[in-house]
Each structure stands twice: as structure tokens, then as C-alpha cells.
């Protein structure tokens, strides 16, 4: 699944193109765990990466849709979730401590 060999054209794993298709699914469900567990998939890839350009596009995208998951079902549901998922990722971490600095919506539930 993370292997670099398996990276389709543009260089992204199409299995990482498919868990980024879930992520945006089910933050746009507001489905939190799913959301996260999707997520930490995509972010476990990309620490496997040398190609900053890759990198920063995708952890874009996953940025961009667990700010949507915050938005709907706040912060503290997410970070409990986060939590209990058993695959926590410390990027993602580092997102939810942005999110309070910043004062994103939903930082405040």
C-alpha cells in the first residue's frame, strides 16, 4: 500500500487516491472516526515520501477536509476520536493544536 513502486501516474499510490477519496466522504458525512482513520492512512504514505511536491499537495487535501470534519462535529469530538482510534498520527495532532491558536470553526465544541 505505501510503496513507491506502486505510485501511479503523478506519483501518488492510487491506494492513497482512494483513501483521500474516503477522507473527503466521510468529512463531508461528518463521520469522524472514519474520517481520521482515513487520514492517518494517507499521512502514514506520505512520511514514506521524498517528493516534497506530493507531500505538500496531499497533505493539503488532508488538512483542508479535517478542518471540514471540525467544522461539523467540533474539535473536542475529533481529538477524543483521534485519541481512541488507535492509530494517531502526530500531524494530525499538530492540526488540532492549529486549530485552537487559530480559532478555526468548530475549535470552541
Not at 501518488?12 to 466522504?25: E, K, M, T, Y
Not at 482515513?38 to 479535517?66: G, N
Request: hydrophobic share 45%; net charge neutral; proline share 1%.
Amino acid at each position: 500500500v505505501h510503496s513507491q513502486a506502486a505510485a501511479g501516474e503523478g506519483g501518488v499510490n492510487p491506494c492513497v487516491r482512494a483513501w483521500l477519496g474516503l477522507l473527503s466522504l466521510y468529512s463531508a458525512w461528518g463521520w469522524t472516526h472514519e474520517a481520521l482513520l482515513a487520514a492517518v492512512q494517507v499521512m502514514m504514505y506520505l512520511d514514506t515520501l521524498q517528493d516534497y511536491k506530493i507531500h505538500k499537495r496531499t497533505s493539503f487535501l488532508v488538512r483542508k477536509h479535517i478542518l471540514e470534519m471540525i467544522a461539523r462535529s467540533g474539535l473536542q469530538a475529533a481529538r477524543e476520536t483521534h485519541d481512541k482510534c488507535g492509530m494517531a498520527h502526530q500531524a494530525i495532532d499538530n492540526l488540532f493544536h492549529e486549530c485552537v491558536r487559530w480559532k478555526c470553526e468548530g475549535w470552541d465544541r
